[in-house]
């Protein structure tokens, strides 16, 4: 760590290269930050109070790429921070920038014409053991693995994140039971916290529109959604890095 | 007949399990009940209506205490009968079998967990397989969940659905053409009045639910539809309410839930709500019973404890 730059101070000394964007400059440039260093969540540094103000993630850009389907007048004020640039727009206020008619065509693009209903999709079957699935993800460095059942039908979702879960409250003893069993602890686990059940496979078919999978992604705060086949099979996986692949192309042009 | 029938509801009262034959025989009955009622069921006030159970036995014989034993007390429940408490088999039974002996004293109505691939991962498969030693009760279950009516309306002013409303749905008339008998869909309008949820914070009308299934629909959306096929309120349930019970859009819309201390560690009370011979509304609220912490106990696990991230 160099300890003579300010932006470093007080960080740990963890041996990240921490990627920072700096507050109040535009989404656009913030995307190719986070796309090019492959992470999904970046501090956000604002020089003038010298401190973290908080994370931008692609929540974050979700949620303002969709308010600029809508027109809007530009704000007086363009030193607007991000997160208030959200939350005006959340509220239905201006978002200054001008419109992206080549995002609304994107929108209305259905996934296969994308091209993103065929991805290789990386699976576990629902009987193998939860150790399996971590292998597997670790061998072939993803986050994520379909768990399927016998006949190829998606039963749901594991991932990285859910075996952290998993090893932060030490239940190492859950790396030995099924994936689908594992599954089924994760939804029992979250649908009391929340209050509500979530269905167990959350995809999306290969006719769906761009802009609704954005939509899909953005309810249901997950960093994937399967594509699949009228008969449950998997046809492929729409990640937040795929959704702003395609929408970095529009932004460059 | 009718002395067997009494027999298992006595055995079922005491948190017993009939047999696998006398399930598949119970089921039998309930379709040729069940297949006569309308995806919207007429169902005459008095009566009190009733939110999730989720398989907590003990909870839903407070509720009876609470509310008065079927069939002196007229019970529109309202779905989710299984899935999460320890037993979803006698609560779902028990209900079951109420019905075919009491057919016009209680009225069940489907909700999102009587489906085959929510039961699977929610615990009642689990628990059948234990019980039984096999999957064929739950398949029988499950037969019985097609059957289920969409929905209820009391006096053609009161309508009651598990979850609520669709966006491809208008009219009541409309929930009438739904080819109910058949898995709950992934999509459509007969799986969106079993998963939607009323947002209060909804400045439009709908929007995607976080569940991945059904819709969030607003007060824009709710009072229209409250308008034109002329009610007076929308009953469902679907959702934690830790009060009990929660009004929305101007008392048009409430949420009924009747699971107190939901899975044993939510500390929410439980409500019910009575709705007497002139649609006269109250509320009553009760907690859990003692019995669950003895029941617990008793009960034989699946893998030991229910294992909640804490």
């Known amino acids: ?253 | 007949m009718g002395s067997d029938l009494d027999r298992q509801i006595d055995t079922l009262l005491q948190c017993k399990i009939i047999t696998e034959a006398e399930v598949k025989e119970l089921c039998l009955k309930a379709r040729e009940i069940l297949v006569e009622e309308s995806n919207v069921q007429r169902v005459d006030a008095p009566v009190t209506v009733c939110g999730d159970i989720h398989g907590q036995f003990w909870d839903l014989k407070k509720l009876f205490e609470v509310g008065g034993e079927c069939p002196k007390t007229n019970y529109l429940f309202m779905g989710d009968f299984v899935d999460r408490g320890h037993h979803s088999v006698e609560t779902f039974l028990l209900l079951l079998a109420l019905k075919v002996r009491y057919p016009d004293r209680i009225t069940l109505i489907r909700g999102n967990h009587e489906s085959r691939q929510i039961t699977k991962v929610y615990g009642f498969y689990d628990e059948c397989f234990q019980k039984f030693g096999s999957a064929n009760v739950w398949r029988y279950c499950c037969e019985i969940f097609d059957y289920l009516s969409l929905s209820a309306i009391i006096d053609d002013r009161i309508f009651c659905v598990h979850g609520g409303l669709s966006p491809s749905i208008n009219t009541i008339d409309q929930i009438r053409t739904i080819d109910r008998m058949q898995e709950v869909p992934h999509s459509g309008a007969m799986c969106d009045l079993l998963w939607s949820d009323p947002d209060p914070d909804s400045c439009t009308g709908w929007g995607l639910s976080p569940r991945g299934a059904g819709f969030l629909f607003g007060e824009t959306v709710a009072k229209p539809f409250l308008h034109n096929n002329g009610l007076e309120l929308i009953a469902r349930a679907h959702q934690l309410v830790m009060e009990g019970y929660k009004l929305m859009f101007d008392e048009t819309v409430v949420t009924v839930w009747s699971a107190p201390n939901y899975c044993y560690r939510c500390g929410n009370v439980a409500a019910i709500l009575e709705i007497d011979a002139n649609l006269g509304k109250s509320y009553t609220i009760f907690r859990d019973s003692e019995r669950n912490s003895m029941a617990s106990r008793s009960t034989p696990q699946r893998e030991g404890p229910p294992d909640y991230f804490l």
């Not at chain 1, 290789?120 to 150790?131: I, M």
């Not at chain 1, 290969?206 to 953005?218: D, E, N, V």
Request: charged share 20%.
């Open chain 1, 1 to 253: 760590m160099d300890g003579s730059n300010p932006h470093r101070e007080g960080l740990t000394t963890l041996h990240h290269d921490w990627t920072m964007i700096p507050a109040g400059k535009l989404v656009e440039r913030q995307t190719p930050v986070l796309l090019s260093n492959g992470i999904s969540a970046a501090p956000v540094f604002d020089e003038a109070k010298n401190s973290f103000t908080g994370m931008f993630d692609y929540g974050d850009l979700m949620a303002y790429i969709l308010i600029l389907l809508k027109k809007m007048d530009p704000p007086q004020d363009q030193t607007l921070e991000m997160r208030d640039l959200i939350q005006k727009a959340n509220n239905s206020q201006s978002v200054p920038l001008g419109e992206f008619p080549k995002l609304q065509a994107v929108m209305q693009t259905t996934l296969h014409a994308c091209g993103l209903d065929h991805s290789n999709v990386l699976s576990v079957n629902g009987n193998a053991p939860v150790l399996d699935a971590l292998v597997k993800m670790s061998s072939n460095s993803v986050s994520s693995l379909a768990v399927l059942d016998d006949q190829g039908i998606l039963l749901g979702n594991i991932s990285m994140t859910d075996i952290q879960h998993v090893m932060k409250h030490l239940k190492s003893s859950w790396l030995w039971i099924s994936c689908f069993q594992f599954i089924s602890k994760i939804r029992l686990s979250r649908g009391v916290e929340t209050g509500e059940d979530q269905y167990p496979v959350l995809d999306v078919s290969a006719g769906s529109t761009f802009g609704y999978t954005l939509l899909k992604l953005q309810a249901t705060k997950v960093h994937r959604l399967w594509v699949v086949q009228d008969n449950g099979s998997v046809a492929g996986v729409v990640s937040l890095t795929d959704v702003f692949r395609v929408l970095s192309k529009l932004i460059d042009n």
